[in-house]
Protein backbone atom coordinates (compact mmCIF):
# COMPACT_ATOMS: atom_id res chain seq x y z
CA UNK A 1 0.00 0.00 0.00
CA UNK A 2 2.38 2.52 -0.97
CA UNK A 3 3.38 2.99 -4.50
CA UNK A 4 1.70 6.50 -5.52
CA UNK A 5 -0.37 6.43 -9.17
CA UNK A 6 1.96 9.42 -10.15
CA UNK A 7 0.39 12.98 -11.25
CA UNK A 8 -0.49 13.47 -14.59
CA UNK A 9 1.79 14.55 -17.00
CA UNK A 10 2.36 16.23 -20.17
CA UNK A 11 -0.95 16.72 -21.67
CA UNK A 12 -2.70 15.48 -19.42
CA UNK A 13 -1.32 18.29 -16.97
CA UNK A 14 -3.47 21.69 -17.10
CA UNK A 15 -3.29 25.12 -15.66
CA UNK A 16 -6.64 25.12 -14.28
CA UNK A 17 -5.74 22.05 -11.98
CA UNK A 18 -4.50 24.96 -9.40
CA UNK A 19 -7.64 26.73 -9.49
CA UNK A 20 -9.94 27.01 -6.58
CA UNK A 21 -12.88 25.15 -7.63
CA UNK A 22 -11.96 21.48 -9.48
CA UNK A 23 -15.41 20.69 -10.19
CA UNK A 24 -18.18 23.35 -10.94
CA UNK A 25 -21.48 22.14 -11.89
CA UNK A 26 -24.06 25.22 -12.37
CA UNK A 27 -28.10 24.55 -12.56
CA UNK A 28 -27.95 21.76 -14.17
CA UNK A 29 -31.05 20.35 -15.65
CA UNK A 30 -32.46 17.18 -16.92
CA UNK A 31 -36.05 16.06 -17.41
CA UNK A 32 -37.34 12.34 -19.26
CA UNK A 33 -40.37 13.36 -20.82
CA UNK A 34 -42.54 15.42 -18.20
CA UNK A 35 -40.82 14.11 -15.27
CA UNK A 36 -37.80 15.97 -14.19
CA UNK A 37 -34.66 13.90 -12.52
CA UNK A 38 -32.42 17.06 -12.60
CA UNK A 39 -34.04 20.89 -11.22
CA UNK A 40 -31.00 23.48 -11.21
CA UNK A 41 -28.32 21.12 -9.19
CA UNK A 42 -25.35 23.18 -8.26
CA UNK A 43 -21.97 22.26 -6.49
CA UNK A 44 -18.49 22.48 -6.62
CA UNK A 45 -15.59 21.08 -5.35
CA UNK A 46 -11.79 21.74 -4.52
CA UNK A 47 -9.04 19.72 -6.21
CA UNK A 48 -7.98 16.57 -3.75
CA UNK A 49 -10.83 16.24 -2.15
CA UNK A 50 -14.00 13.70 -1.78
CA UNK A 51 -17.48 14.82 -2.24
CA UNK A 52 -20.83 12.56 -1.95
CA UNK A 53 -23.85 12.73 -3.44
CA UNK A 54 -26.07 11.36 -0.88
CA UNK A 55 -29.93 10.79 -1.83
CA UNK A 56 -32.72 8.39 -1.72
CA UNK A 57 -34.20 6.60 -4.85
CA UNK A 58 -35.32 8.52 -7.34
CA UNK A 59 -33.40 11.84 -6.47
CA UNK A 60 -31.38 12.10 -9.29
CA UNK A 61 -28.23 10.24 -8.62
CA UNK A 62 -27.63 7.91 -11.46
CA UNK A 63 -28.84 10.82 -13.97
CA UNK A 64 -25.94 13.08 -12.51
CA UNK A 65 -23.81 10.33 -12.36
CA UNK A 66 -24.44 9.58 -16.37
CA UNK A 67 -24.29 12.76 -17.57
CA UNK A 68 -20.88 13.94 -15.25
CA UNK A 69 -19.24 10.58 -17.08
CA UNK A 70 -20.63 11.93 -20.09
CA UNK A 71 -23.08 9.24 -20.66
CA UNK A 72 -26.12 11.39 -20.94
CA UNK A 73 -26.27 15.51 -22.41
CA UNK A 74 -27.45 17.60 -20.00
CA UNK A 75 -30.19 19.36 -21.36
CA UNK A 76 -29.21 22.72 -19.02
CA UNK A 77 -26.39 24.26 -17.06
CA UNK A 78 -22.71 24.12 -17.50
CA UNK A 79 -20.41 21.81 -15.93
CA UNK A 80 -16.56 21.98 -15.86
CA UNK A 81 -14.42 19.57 -14.57
CA UNK A 82 -10.98 19.63 -14.13
CA UNK A 83 -10.46 23.11 -15.93
CA UNK A 84 -12.90 21.50 -19.06
CA UNK A 85 -15.98 22.13 -19.86
CA UNK A 86 -17.45 18.82 -20.65
CA UNK A 87 -20.16 20.34 -23.25
CA UNK A 88 -17.36 21.48 -25.64
CA UNK A 89 -14.82 18.91 -24.66
CA UNK A 90 -16.55 15.58 -23.55
CA UNK A 91 -13.00 13.76 -24.80
CA UNK A 92 -10.70 15.43 -22.98
CA UNK A 93 -12.69 15.53 -19.77
CA UNK A 94 -13.36 11.47 -19.92
CA UNK A 95 -8.94 11.37 -20.61
CA UNK A 96 -8.96 13.11 -16.87
CA UNK A 97 -11.37 11.31 -15.61
CA UNK A 98 -11.25 7.59 -14.37
CA UNK A 99 -15.15 5.91 -14.01
CA UNK A 100 -16.24 2.87 -11.63
CA UNK A 101 -19.51 1.36 -12.31
CA UNK A 102 -21.61 -0.20 -9.49
CA UNK A 103 -22.33 -2.99 -12.53
CA UNK A 104 -19.24 -5.38 -12.90
CA UNK A 105 -17.07 -4.51 -15.81
CA UNK A 106 -14.79 -7.13 -15.72
CA UNK A 107 -14.23 -9.84 -17.68
CA UNK A 108 -14.97 -13.00 -15.12
CA UNK A 109 -12.96 -15.42 -17.14
CA UNK A 110 -10.37 -13.35 -17.41
CA UNK A 111 -6.97 -12.98 -14.81
CA UNK A 112 -6.89 -9.86 -12.93
CA UNK A 113 -3.77 -8.85 -14.98
CA UNK A 114 -5.65 -9.63 -17.89
CA UNK A 115 -8.26 -7.80 -17.32
CA UNK A 116 -6.35 -5.02 -16.55
CA UNK A 117 -3.94 -5.11 -19.65
CA UNK A 118 -6.88 -5.26 -22.09
CA UNK A 119 -8.04 -1.84 -20.23
CA UNK A 120 -4.83 -0.39 -20.86
CA UNK A 121 -4.51 -1.06 -24.16
CA UNK A 122 -7.94 0.73 -24.49
CA UNK A 123 -6.15 3.64 -23.42
CA UNK A 124 -3.14 3.07 -25.93
CA UNK A 125 -0.51 1.77 -23.25
CA UNK A 126 1.83 -0.89 -24.13
CA UNK A 127 4.88 -2.47 -23.30
CA UNK A 128 6.68 -1.49 -20.24
CA UNK A 129 4.57 1.69 -19.82
CA UNK A 130 1.56 -0.63 -19.10
CA UNK A 131 3.26 -3.34 -17.09
CA UNK A 132 4.54 -0.51 -14.50
CA UNK A 133 1.29 0.70 -14.10
CA UNK A 134 -0.35 -2.53 -13.81
CA UNK A 135 2.44 -3.84 -11.02
CA UNK A 136 2.09 -0.23 -9.09
CA UNK A 137 -1.86 -0.53 -9.42
CA UNK A 138 -1.78 -4.22 -7.97
CA UNK A 139 0.64 -3.55 -5.08
CA UNK A 140 -1.69 -0.29 -3.75
CA UNK A 141 -4.42 -2.20 -3.80
CA UNK A 142 -3.41 -5.27 -2.39
CA UNK A 143 -3.98 -8.17 -5.34
CA UNK A 144 -0.15 -8.39 -6.74
CA UNK A 145 -0.70 -12.47 -4.89
CA UNK A 146 -4.12 -12.61 -6.98
CA UNK A 147 -2.72 -11.21 -10.56
CA UNK A 148 -3.01 -14.92 -12.12
CA UNK A 149 -6.72 -15.47 -10.67
CA UNK A 150 -9.32 -15.54 -12.73
CA UNK A 151 -12.22 -12.90 -11.73
CA UNK A 152 -14.51 -15.38 -11.01
CA UNK A 153 -12.61 -16.72 -8.14
CA UNK A 154 -12.48 -13.20 -6.04
CA UNK A 155 -13.63 -11.87 -3.37
CA UNK A 156 -16.27 -9.31 -3.62
CA UNK A 157 -13.62 -6.45 -1.99
CA UNK A 158 -10.93 -7.41 -4.57
CA UNK A 159 -13.20 -7.62 -7.40
CA UNK A 160 -13.82 -3.83 -6.29
CA UNK A 161 -10.52 -3.83 -6.23
CA UNK A 162 -9.83 -4.38 -9.53
CA UNK A 163 -12.92 -2.60 -10.89
CA UNK A 164 -10.86 0.57 -9.03
CA UNK A 165 -7.31 -0.32 -10.42
CA UNK A 166 -8.96 -0.49 -13.89
CA UNK A 167 -10.47 3.22 -13.50
CA UNK A 168 -6.85 4.62 -12.89
CA UNK A 169 -4.78 2.74 -15.24
CA UNK A 170 -4.85 6.11 -17.31
CA UNK A 171 -3.53 7.98 -14.22
CA UNK A 172 -7.31 10.11 -13.91
CA UNK A 173 -7.16 13.62 -12.25
CA UNK A 174 -11.00 12.91 -11.01
CA UNK A 175 -12.43 9.47 -9.91
CA UNK A 176 -15.89 9.00 -10.29
CA UNK A 177 -17.89 5.84 -8.88
CA UNK A 178 -21.19 5.06 -8.23
CA UNK A 179 -22.13 3.58 -5.37
CA UNK A 180 -18.79 2.14 -4.79
CA UNK A 181 -19.41 -0.08 -1.47
CA UNK A 182 -23.28 -1.18 -2.20
CA UNK A 183 -23.41 -4.58 -1.27
CA UNK A 184 -20.33 -5.26 0.44
CA UNK A 185 -19.69 -6.27 4.34
CA UNK A 186 -19.32 -3.44 6.38
CA UNK A 187 -15.53 -4.35 6.83
CA UNK A 188 -15.12 -4.34 3.53
CA UNK A 189 -16.45 -1.07 2.69
CA UNK A 190 -13.88 0.27 5.23
CA UNK A 191 -11.44 -1.20 3.73
CA UNK A 192 -12.48 0.20 -0.09
CA UNK A 193 -12.73 3.36 1.74
CA UNK A 194 -9.37 3.35 3.21
CA UNK A 195 -8.26 2.86 -0.06
CA UNK A 196 -9.34 5.41 -1.69
CA UNK A 197 -8.99 7.85 0.82
CA UNK A 198 -5.44 7.21 0.47
CA UNK A 199 -5.49 7.84 -3.14
CA UNK A 200 -6.61 11.03 -2.66
CA UNK A 201 -3.72 11.83 -0.16
CA UNK A 202 -0.91 9.89 -1.95
CA UNK A 203 -1.67 11.20 -5.32
CA UNK A 204 -3.91 13.90 -5.09
CA UNK A 205 -6.89 12.32 -6.92
CA UNK A 206 -10.25 14.21 -6.71
CA UNK A 207 -12.87 11.82 -6.28
CA UNK A 208 -16.94 12.01 -6.81
CA UNK A 209 -19.15 9.35 -5.68
CA UNK A 210 -22.76 8.60 -5.78
CA UNK A 211 -24.44 6.54 -2.60
CA UNK A 212 -27.86 6.14 -1.21
CA UNK A 213 -26.10 5.18 2.29
CA UNK A 214 -25.35 7.08 5.33
CA UNK A 215 -22.73 5.45 6.13
CA UNK A 216 -20.71 5.61 2.90
CA UNK A 217 -21.25 9.32 3.32
CA UNK A 218 -19.73 10.02 6.80
CA UNK A 219 -16.00 9.45 4.47
CA UNK A 220 -16.26 12.54 2.50
CA UNK A 221 -15.15 15.61 2.95
CA UNK A 222 -17.75 17.40 1.14
CA UNK A 223 -21.78 16.02 0.76
CA UNK A 224 -23.97 16.97 -1.97
CA UNK A 225 -27.63 15.97 -0.18
CA UNK A 226 -30.06 15.46 -3.01
CA UNK A 227 -34.11 14.95 -3.51
CA UNK A 228 -36.17 15.18 -5.83
CA UNK A 229 -33.98 16.18 -8.25
CA UNK A 230 -32.38 19.09 -6.38
CA UNK A 231 -30.06 19.70 -3.67
CA UNK A 232 -31.60 20.41 -0.22
CA UNK A 233 -28.05 21.06 1.75
CA UNK A 234 -24.07 21.14 0.99
CA UNK A 235 -21.54 20.70 4.09
CA UNK A 236 -19.15 18.13 5.20
CA UNK A 237 -20.41 15.51 7.27
CA UNK A 238 -19.84 17.29 10.52
CA UNK A 239 -20.50 20.77 9.41
CA UNK A 240 -24.14 19.33 8.55
CA UNK A 241 -24.72 17.85 11.63
CA UNK A 242 -22.98 20.47 14.04
CA UNK A 243 -25.82 22.75 12.06
CA UNK A 244 -28.78 21.11 13.70
CA UNK A 245 -27.01 21.66 17.16
CA UNK A 246 -27.89 20.33 20.39
CA UNK A 247 -30.00 16.45 20.60
CA UNK A 248 -32.62 14.81 18.53
CA UNK A 249 -35.11 13.45 20.45
CA UNK A 250 -37.53 11.48 19.01
CA UNK A 251 -40.83 10.36 21.18
CA UNK A 252 -43.38 7.12 20.06
CA UNK A 253 -46.67 7.83 21.61
CA UNK A 254 -49.91 6.21 20.01
CA UNK A 255 -51.82 10.00 19.23
CA UNK A 256 -48.46 11.87 17.86
CA UNK A 257 -50.09 14.75 16.39
CA UNK A 258 -52.10 15.57 19.80
CA UNK A 259 -48.92 15.04 21.57
CA UNK A 260 -46.79 17.40 19.69
CA UNK A 261 -49.65 19.67 20.14
CA UNK A 262 -49.79 19.40 23.94
CA UNK A 263 -46.04 19.49 23.67
CA UNK A 264 -46.12 22.83 21.84
CA UNK A 265 -47.93 24.40 24.20
CA UNK A 266 -46.09 23.41 27.04
CA UNK A 267 -42.13 23.83 26.13
CA UNK A 268 -40.52 26.26 23.67
CA UNK A 269 -38.90 25.24 20.58
CA UNK A 270 -40.47 23.10 17.17
CA UNK A 271 -41.43 20.02 17.11
CA UNK A 272 -42.64 17.90 14.45
CA UNK A 273 -44.27 14.48 13.59
CA UNK A 274 -42.13 12.53 11.35
CA UNK A 275 -42.67 8.75 10.15
CA UNK A 276 -45.25 8.71 13.25
CA UNK A 277 -43.24 9.73 15.72
CA UNK A 278 -42.93 13.54 17.73
CA UNK A 279 -39.56 14.79 16.77
CA UNK A 280 -37.81 17.96 18.56
CA UNK A 281 -33.75 19.13 18.45
CA UNK A 282 -32.98 20.09 21.75
CA UNK A 283 -29.96 21.65 23.90
CA UNK A 284 -29.64 18.94 27.04
CA UNK A 285 -31.88 16.86 25.07
CA UNK A 286 -31.94 15.06 28.40
CA UNK A 287 -33.17 17.69 30.92
CA UNK A 288 -36.48 17.74 28.06
CA UNK A 289 -36.61 14.03 28.41
CA UNK A 290 -37.06 14.72 32.20
CA UNK A 291 -39.61 17.36 31.85
CA UNK A 292 -41.63 15.25 28.71
CA UNK A 293 -41.74 12.19 30.93
CA UNK A 294 -43.14 14.10 34.38
CA UNK A 295 -45.21 16.29 32.13
CA UNK A 296 -47.12 13.35 29.94
CA UNK A 297 -45.28 10.13 31.00
CA UNK A 298 -48.98 8.81 30.60
CA UNK A 299 -48.99 9.02 26.69
CA UNK A 300 -45.35 8.36 25.86
CA UNK A 301 -44.44 4.68 24.99
CA UNK A 302 -40.52 4.95 23.92
CA UNK A 303 -38.06 8.25 24.07
CA UNK A 304 -34.72 8.27 21.94
CA UNK A 305 -31.94 10.63 22.38
CA UNK A 306 -29.25 11.06 20.19
CA UNK A 307 -26.66 13.13 19.14
CA UNK A 308 -27.51 14.53 15.38
CA UNK A 309 -27.10 12.24 12.34
CA UNK A 310 -27.14 12.75 8.48
CA UNK A 311 -30.18 11.00 8.76
CA UNK A 312 -31.35 13.76 10.82
CA UNK A 313 -29.98 16.59 8.79
CA UNK A 314 -31.90 15.02 6.03
CA UNK A 315 -34.95 14.81 7.72
CA UNK A 316 -34.84 18.41 8.85
CA UNK A 317 -34.15 20.00 5.45
CA UNK A 318 -37.14 17.41 3.96
CA UNK A 319 -39.33 16.96 6.88
CA UNK A 320 -39.44 13.35 5.65
CA UNK A 321 -37.46 10.02 6.38
CA UNK A 322 -34.49 9.34 3.78
CA UNK A 323 -35.96 6.45 2.28
CA UNK A 324 -35.81 3.64 4.82
CA UNK A 325 -35.39 1.01 1.97
CA UNK A 326 -32.24 2.13 0.11
CA UNK A 327 -30.28 0.71 3.32
CA UNK A 328 -32.49 -2.67 2.87
CA UNK A 329 -31.39 -2.17 -1.44
CA UNK A 330 -27.58 -2.52 -0.40
CA UNK A 331 -27.85 -5.70 1.49
P1 LIG B 1 -31.58 7.74 -8.35
O1 LIG B 1 -30.36 7.21 -9.02
O2 LIG B 1 -31.25 8.69 -7.24
O3 LIG B 1 -32.50 6.65 -7.90
P2 LIG B 1 -32.49 8.53 -10.99
O4 LIG B 1 -31.54 9.49 -11.61
O5 LIG B 1 -32.43 7.11 -11.43
O6 LIG B 1 -32.39 8.63 -9.39
O7 LIG B 1 -33.99 9.04 -11.25
C1 LIG B 1 -34.40 10.36 -11.04
C2 LIG B 1 -35.85 10.50 -11.48
O8 LIG B 1 -35.93 10.28 -12.89
C3 LIG B 1 -36.77 9.51 -10.83
O9 LIG B 1 -38.01 10.15 -10.64
C4 LIG B 1 -36.90 8.42 -11.88
O10 LIG B 1 -38.14 7.76 -11.77
C5 LIG B 1 -36.80 9.20 -13.16
N1 LIG B 1 -36.20 8.41 -14.23
C6 LIG B 1 -34.97 7.83 -14.23
N2 LIG B 1 -34.73 7.21 -15.42
C7 LIG B 1 -35.83 7.39 -16.17
C8 LIG B 1 -36.20 6.99 -17.48
N3 LIG B 1 -35.38 6.29 -18.27
N4 LIG B 1 -37.41 7.36 -17.94
C9 LIG B 1 -38.27 8.08 -17.17
N5 LIG B 1 -37.99 8.50 -15.92
C10 LIG B 1 -36.77 8.17 -15.42
Excluded at 14 to 19: E, F, G, I, M, V
Excluded at 56 to 79: A, D, E, V, W, Y
Excluded at 100 to 126: I, M, Y
Excluded at 256 to 282: D, H, T, W, Y
Aim: net charge neutral; proline share 5%; hydrophobic share 35%.
Amino acid sequence: MSTPVSPPTGSESNTDAASASFVDVRDLAFRYGDRKALDGISFSLDRCRILGLLGPNGSGKTTLFRILCTLLQPQGGQIRLAGLDLEADPAGVRRRMGVVFQTNSLDQELTVAENLVCQGRLHGLRGARLTTRIEELLERFDLGGRRNSRVRTLSGGMRRRTELAKGLLHRPQILLLDEPTAGLDPHIRQEFWKHLTDLRDSSGITILFTTHLMEEAEVCDRLVILDQGRVVTEGSPVELKDRIGGDVIVVHSPDPNGLKARIQARFPGPASVVNGAVRMEQHRGHELIRDLMEEFSGEIQAVYLGRPTLEDVFIRETGREFQASAEAISR
